[in-house]
Structure formats: C-alpha cells, structure tokens
C-alpha cells in the first residue's frame, strides 16, 4: 500500500501538470501504457487473461474508469491536494453501498467518524474560496464511483490475480478514454509525451500494489496508509505548483482524514474482539 500511496501521488503531481490536456486524453495515456505492463506480465507467467469472474471484471473497470474520469476532469478546478482529499471520501460511500451488496452494518459511532469527514467537505465549501463548486460536484461522484470499486473488489476478493483485475480496468479506460478525446485531442509536445506515458507507470504499479493490498490483507490493516497519497501530494501543490493552501482548507482535510482514520481503527478494533 505503500508504494501505491507514492506511485499514486507522482501520478496526481503529472496530471495537475497536464491541467492543459483533456482529461479522457489522460485517462487514455494512463492506461494504454500501463497495458504494456499489464498484459506483458499475464503474458509471462501464463495467468489466463480473461480471469474468473468476468462480469464483475468488467464492471469493476466500467466503475473505475468513471471514477479516474471524474477525478481527472475535478484537478482542472480545484488544487490537487484538496481533489485528492475529497476522492478520499470513497471508504465512507464504500461502507453505505457495503450495507446493500455485502450486507454489512455500519455502527453508531461509525456514524460520528462519517460526520467528523463530511464536516471537513463543508468546511472547504464554505470557508475556502478556492473550491470551485462545479469541481466539488465533479470530485464527489469520483469518490462515489471509487467506493463502488472497493465494494467490488471485495466481492472479486482472491478470486482472480490482481493484474488480472488491473488488465481489465486498463483495458476498458484505454477504450472509453480513447472514444472521449477525439473531439478535443491536444497533440503532445515534447516532454509531455513522456510525461503522459509516464502516467501509465505510475497507475499501473500504484493500482496493482493497492489491488494486492486489499486482496492479501483486510481493509483496516491497509487502508490508513492510503491516506499517505493525501500529504505527498499536497506538498507536491505547494514546492511544485505554488498553490496555496488556506488554514480553512487545511483544516477541512485533516477533518476528511481524520474521520476516515478514526473510521477505519474502530472497524480495526472490532474485527479484533470478534476474531
């Protein structure tokens, strides 16, 4: 979960560089160079690419690609750090749609952490005069999609490889991203081709350490980390891109992980008693 954290947050730094491009245009970069990686290890170590569980492969990567393309278009208007934050909003969704599909229950004092979280969202709302409020939209059905893919995931649990579930994802986006830009295509100048194919990279080593993560240990044990992703990349909008980060912004992040860390050591502590 680690090295996802970091390959996570060098991909958001290089997104919020490529703010110029259209945001399918990177959903299609990202994942046609992460299928060189993909398909090349299937390839060499013989894993049956179309896996076991190909309907919920396939939505898992239609899921995904809408949530990587809301987050995408969400960088445009809001700084990277705080976009990055409010994604983070994702296990909150996760557990309210894991009451329908996975019949799990949510606790009264889960409920308190779900507060202390939100409270952060309205804090940036409405105190930071840097959310926009089209990219708060924007962001939020990203973090909404994104706990649908956490809800599925579980449901795919150790059944099929995690490149295998990562090659469907990559796929799926090239696809979609690739139909999307046609109409507002920006030819790539020098750096930025690498820098695009550089997405790809970092995706594909950030997605299959966080899919192996949730597959070999239980969410409380993993997810805390991921919150790592959050700090990198706002000190990468502050050295990097100069954005300013207000008291009220920071403040309503801390909020957001706050909750979420609170959230997922009481989760923790419960599996504890019960096992």
């Known amino acids: 979960m680690l090295i996802s954290t970091i390959a996570f947050a060098c991909m958001n730094g290089t997104v919020k560089y490529l703010v110029h491009v259209d945001a399918f245009q990177i959903v299609f970069f990202r994942s046609l160079s992460s299928l060189f990686f993909t398909f090349g290890f299937l390839f060499k170590n013989k894993i049956p690419i179309l896996g076991n569980n ?3 492969l396939i939505l898992r990567g239609i899921v ?15 700084p990277i750090g705080t976009a990055v934050s409010l994604r983070y909003l994702a296990p909150i969704f996760a557990a ?13 004092w889960q409920w ?14 409405g105190f930071d005069a840097q959310i926009n409020t089209y990219g708060l939209i924007l962001i939020l059905a990203a973090a909404l999609f994104s706990g649908m893919v956490y809800v599925l995931l579980s449901k795919i649990g150790k059944g099929d490889h995690p490149v295998v579930v990562v090659n469907y994802f990559m796929v799926i986006a090239t696809i979609v991203g690739g139909l999307g830009a046609i109409n507002n295509w920006v030819n790539p100048v020098g ?3 690498l ?5 790809g990279v970092f995706g594909y080593f950030g997605q299959v350490y966080m899919t192996k993560a949730f597959q070999v240990a239980s969410t409380n044990q993993v997810a805390p980390l991921k919150y790592m992703e959050v700090i990198f990349t706002v000190l990468f909008g502050i050295f990097i891109f100069t954005e300013i980060y207000t008291m009220w912004s920071l403040l309503g992040i801390a909020l957001i992980i706050l909750g979420l ?9 419960l599996q504890t008693k019960k096992d």
């Not at 690609?65 to 960088?75: D, K």
């Not at 308190?112 to 709302?125: C, D, E, Q, R």
């Not at 860390?261 to 502590?269: A, H, T």
């Open 191 to 193: 750096e930025e081709w």
């Open 64 to 78: 995904g690609v809408t949530s990587m393309s809301l987050f995408f278009m969400s960088t445009k208007y809001l």
């Open 195 to 199: 820098l695009l194919f550089g997405l």
């Open 112 to 125: 308190v952490f779900f507060f202390i979280a939100f409270s952060g969202v309205i804090i940036l709302k």
């Open 96 to 108: 309210i749609l894991a009451v329908f599909f996975l019949k799990e229950k949510i606790k009264s």
């Open 54 to 56: 190909k309907k919920l």
């Open 261 to 269: 860390v609170l959230n997922v050591n009481y989760k923790s502590k």
